[in-house]
């Protein structure tokens, strides 16, 4: 399911030949559903333009955060785990649930639960998310070191976008070039080129700050 409308999601399903339906709830009908009936109450996020180098992307009333959810035929919640954006899973885009961790639980409710599980807390993640500062320093890298700048979605046809591990290899170079301009420029001249690029790129900084949400664990998902 997805924060798109269903044209989109109908694209993707063939284009990622998935083989199951993909449901596109562009007004969080389901997700509202959802809450309403105590299943999992989603996170979600306003849409402040993250993909606006995709003009195709639409998300009429936001996007949602991750989660998953299993229920069996009787309306018995096997599974259910929802993302909480954080700085420590970079805002929602890190790591989800593995496939295999989800079935084990699953098929362990099969056959040994009787009532509606609470939600997983802790599940198994396949790799360790970075830090904020490394994901604000690869998005400053995407952006060539003037603004943060997203990686978005891309779609059949779309130019591909960046890849992280060749902006990690951008900081490097970005890091060289002023280590250099210490060992070949007065000190003074080089923190004060430091000091007004911090000022440059600081506004962008404090834009993905603001919009990249931190949820606290008491604060509950806004209702759309």
Not at 36 to 47: A, H, K, L, T
Not at 61 to 73: H, L, R
Not at 84 to 94: C, E, F, H, L, V
Not at 123 to 130: G, H, K, Q, R, W
Request: contains cysteine; charged residues 20%; aromatic residues 12%.
């Amino acid at each position: 399911m997805t924060s798109e409308p269903q044209s989109l999601a109908s694209e993707a399903e063939e284009a990622w030949g998935i083989g199951f339906a993909s449901i596109g709830d562009p007004h969080h009908e389901i997700r509202d559903t959802c809450q309403e009936r105590g299943i999992v109450n989603v996170f979600s996020n306003p849409d402040f333009g993250h993909l606006d180098s995709r003009p195709w992307a639409s998300h009429l009333k936001g996007y949602f955060q991750p989660a998953v959810v299993a229920i069996a035929s009787n309306s018995r919640v096997l599974y259910r785990w929802r993302c909480r954006p954080t700085r420590k899973n970079m805002s929602g885009a890190g790591q989800r649930p593995t496939a295999e961790y989800v079935w084990s639980q699953v098929e362990n409710q099969l056959v040994h639960g009787s009532k509606d599980v609470e939600l997983d807390e802790s599940p198994e993640f396949a790799l360790t998310d970075v830090s904020w500062f490394t994901f604000l320093s690869i998005m400053l890298a995407h952006g060539w070191f003037i603004r943060p700048k997203a990686f978005p979605l891309a779609r059949k046809g779309d130019k591909r976008s960046a890849r992280p591990s060749r902006m990690r290899r951008r900081i490097a170079l970005f890091v060289a070039a002023w280590a250099v301009a210490f060992v070949l420029f007065p000190v003074g001249w080089v923190v004060s080129s430091l000091v007004l690029w911090g000022a440059l790129v600081w506004p962008g900084i404090a834009t993905v700050n603001r919009q990249f949400q931190n949820i606290s664990e008491a604060e509950p998902p806004l209702r759309s």
